[in-house]
């Protein structure tokens, strides 16, 4: 079996990283967090410039027709430099969902603008007080003749204060669905959240807000955009884990004690093996579960997989490289302090390591 990507897919990984490293320095990095949101409107258009907004999306919307993996790929290429561009939110959250449950119209409306870089999207999926992303309990959906008034709250939107429009998880009196609804819509109230990174995210506040139903009345829909989230934040952990080790390896074989790099001391080596062994089970784990969907395959049991490795040993990759750095390795003025926070967020977002393993305790005692 062949686990390597493809020549296309390698020259996504190769763009994105030339991209990133010449508009996301430690240096330019510094000075758009000196700002009110952590966004780089200039980094935003070269990539629609480079058509990486539109790497998964169909070519009928001026996209490149690739897959959930190249968008994953991308997305590791979004965390290896702690970008501060809202590609997960924009192209996981929205654009994937509205490819794949929207209408034509609403497809047209927003899909080429979302690769030319003038329109951000997400969704709105936690809820205060509901761990359970992928159930919405509080938020609710109520018919109005050919609109649907939208009531509830929902907490730490990524890119909420930035989104053009919100996809919304809520209940309706036939179930579970998903719901598009415009950022400018007067009964929709947006306060920022701080965030352990730094990240754009905000609570939303909808009183009978109008919105649009996308697709039917399908449980499923929730679940599959939260399985899709699951597997995007893994993607991004593997980028950040990745850079953050090799952060620590070049520390480690520079610093010397003794006389010699401290990177020769076996306690290191053998805590850097570790790491190693980590960032790989995260990356293996991660393009697996990107692949069964790609492939349109059921994916929800490898998402939870993806993500316990990205929350557990992404903690302790993070650990270690923030560890054998000693006092360098809590300076915020250190490019590795953001890889820290990044693996921190990651962890917790949308499901710890034990919610992980508790979804996949219950369907192994449902038989799935």
Request: charged share 20%; proline share 5%; aromatic share 8%.
């Amino acid at each position: 079996m062949d686990f390597s990507f493809s020549d296309d897919q390698e020259s996504v990984a190769k763009v994105a990283r030339q991209l990133f490293e010449h508009h996301a320095t430690p240096e330019r990095l510094t000075e758009v967090e000196s700002g009110e949101v952590r966004f780089d409107p200039a980094l935003w258009s070269e990539l629609a410039a480079s058509d990486l907004l539109g790497i998964s999306l169909p070519e009928a919307f001026d996209g490149s027709g690739g897959s959930f993996l190249e968008l994953g790929i991308l997305l590791a290429e979004v965390g290896f430099s702690v970008a501060p561009v809202p590609v997960y939110p924009t192209l996981v959250l929205g654009a994937d969902t509205l490819v794949r449950h929207g209408d034509t119209e609403i497809q047209q409306q927003y899909l080429p603008e979302v690769v030319a870089g003038r329109t951000i999207l997400t969704a709105a999926l936690t809820e205060p007080g509901n761990s359970a992303a992928d159930k919405p309990r509080s938020t609710t959906a109520r018919r109005e003749g050919e609109v649907w008034r939208i009531d509830g709250v929902k907490d730490l939107v990524p890119a909420g204060q930035l989104a053009d429009a919100v996809i919304v998880s809520a209940i309706a009196d036939d179930g579970p669905g998903l719901f598009l609804v415009d950022s400018d819509t007067a009964t929709l109230e947006v306060k920022p959240a701080a965030t352990t990174h730094g990240e754009p995210y905000a609570d939303l506040s909808f009183e009978g807000a109008i919105g649009r139903r996308l697709g039917s009345a399908d449980p499923g829909l929730v679940t599959s955009l939260y399985t899709r989230a699951l597997v995007a934040m893994s993607a991004i952990q593997v980028g950040v884990c990745e850079r953050a080790l090799g952060l620590a390896a070049t520390y480690t074989s520079q610093r010397e004690q003794f006389g010699r790099p401290i990177g020769s001391f076996q306690a290191v080596q053998q805590r850097m093996a570790d790491a190693f062994i980590d960032t790989e089970a995260i990356r293996w784990t991660t393009w697996h579960a990107a692949w069964l969907i790609a492939e349109g395959r059921p994916a929800d049991r490898e998402a939870a997989i993806a993500k316990f490795w990205a929350a557990e040993a992404g903690a302790r990759v993070l650990s270690t490289a923030q560890q054998v750095h000693g006092g360098m390795g809590i300076d915020v003025t250190y490019p590795l302090s953001r890889y820290f926070l990044w693996a921190k967020h990651i962890e917790l977002a949308l499901g710890s390591a034990s919610q992980q393993l508790t979804r996949l305790g219950h369907a192994y005692l449902e038989g799935h």
